[in-house]
């Protein structure tokens, strides 16, 4: 059975500054996805990751998938308090499209 | 076009009653998914469909809670006699066959049992 953590579970960042969140998967995972959440609100799709070594970019924000290691990033480039909320990583696999979820990761962006 | 959406947004109910939530995916999709989300926490699956046909119902918590999409499209998540525990919110997603299989993911509907 897939399991999915994610770390740190919390993370206060200046602005400006770069992080990355990490994210562990437990078996093979066909599928590594990325989620935005804001408080009170439904969840934002962000990255589909689909291959080894696949980096995708949108913004800010730069997402890698190493299916050797079992781990994804989620990398955060000069923070903007616009990218504070909560981010999840979520697996799955062929023949099951079910979604495996993290705890996600409360990122606070502080000015 | 149109999102998934969610109907009711918040519902409170009574421990002991029944609930109804229902779903309406993005028009054409034919994958529909239930998550269950409690307070701090990551979604959690609870069941999905193909079509009409259920798939895969393994997260769904006890023989109270029942889906359906009799029809391929809209689809109902009903709880039967309500308990406390089953306070969380109700998240939807729908998504294509093939591809990358990308769920997009309705408002949710907030459950409160008091």
């Known amino acids: 059975e897939l399991k999915v953590e994610q770390n740190p579970l919390f993370l206060s960042m200046q602005e400006g500054k770069n992080y990355t969140i990490y994210c562990n998967y437990s078996t093979t995972s066909d599928r590594l996805y990325w989620y935005r959440q804001d408080p009170g609100k439904s969840l934002e799709s962000l990255f589909v990751?689909?291959?080894?070594?696949a980096v995708k970019q949108e913004g800010r924000l730069m997402a890698s998938l190493d299916t050797k290691a079992r781990l994804s990033t989620l990398h955060i480039t000069a923070a903007v308090h616009d990218l504070s909320a909560t981010y999840f990583c979520?697996?799955?696999?062929?023949?099951?499209?079910?979604?495996?979820f993290g705890t996600g990761t409360r990122l606070t962006i502080i000015p | 076009g149109a999102g998934v959406s969610q109907s009711p947004r918040y519902k409170v109910a009574k421990r002991g009653q029944d609930v109804a939530l229902r779903c309406d995916p993005i028009s054409g999709h034919v994958s529909l998914f239930w998550y269950q989300q409690a307070l701090g926490q990551g979604p959690e699956f609870l069941t999905y469909f193909q079509n009409e046909a259920q798939l895969d119902k393994s997260g769904l918590p006890s023989d109270r809670f029942f889906a359906e999409r009799p029809e391929g499209s809209v689809s109902t998540l009903k709880i039967q006699r309500t308990q406390q525990e089953d306070s969380a919110v109700y998240l939807c997603?729908?998504?294509?066959?093939?591809?990358?299989?990308?769920?997009?993911f309705g408002p949710g509907t907030r459950l409160t049992v008091t």
């Open positions: 997603a729908s998504s294509q066959l093939g591809g990358n299989y990308e769920q997009y």
């Open positions: 979520a697996g799955s696999n062929f023949g099951n499209e079910k979604l495996t």
């Open positions: 990751l689909l291959s080894n070594g």
